[in-house]
């Protein structure tokens, strides 16, 4: 089996990190990004090589909703994780309440995000 990579996009470097350093512990391979933008730049390079897309959902610049537009639309064979450390209602306002997709709520376990990662790689793409 080949190694899973994740990209991780999350604007607090704090909880970036600290969500690297899980993944990267358990023999994930990890890219990173402070930003929608930057996302998009590491894909243009690494799309193929990355199985999942754990983005938060609200970041300055494009945040995590519509960087999961522009991913999916482009490379569709990328899972999704959203995370966020705001409440129910902005899984609303930006538009991620219907979406068939795994969501973390912050703060979440190192337990808690391997799980959902390792749920999303064994199941098929979900739509977005």
Not at 32 to 61: C, I, Q, W
């Amino acid at each position: 089996m080949s190694r899973r990579t994740v990209l991780v996009v999350d604007d607090e470097p704090s909880l970036r990190e600290v969500a690297c350093f899980t993944l990267q512990q358990r023999g994930y391979r990890v890219f990173s990004a402070g930003n929608g933008y930057e996302a998009l730049r590491v894909l243009r390079k690494h799309a193929a090589d990355v199985n999942v897309l754990f983005t938060d959902v609200v970041m300055p610049g494009k945040g995590g909703r519509d960087l999961v537009q522009e991913v999916t639309a482009t490379w569709p064979h990328i899972h999704v994780i959203y995370t966020t450390g705001y409440t129910d209602d902005t899984r609303i306002r930006y538009g991620i309440e219907n979406d068939e997709v795994p969501f973390l709520q912050k703060p979440y376990s190192p337990v808690e995000l391997l799980t959902t990662l390792r749920n999303v790689l064994a199941s098929p793409r979900l739509g977005v």
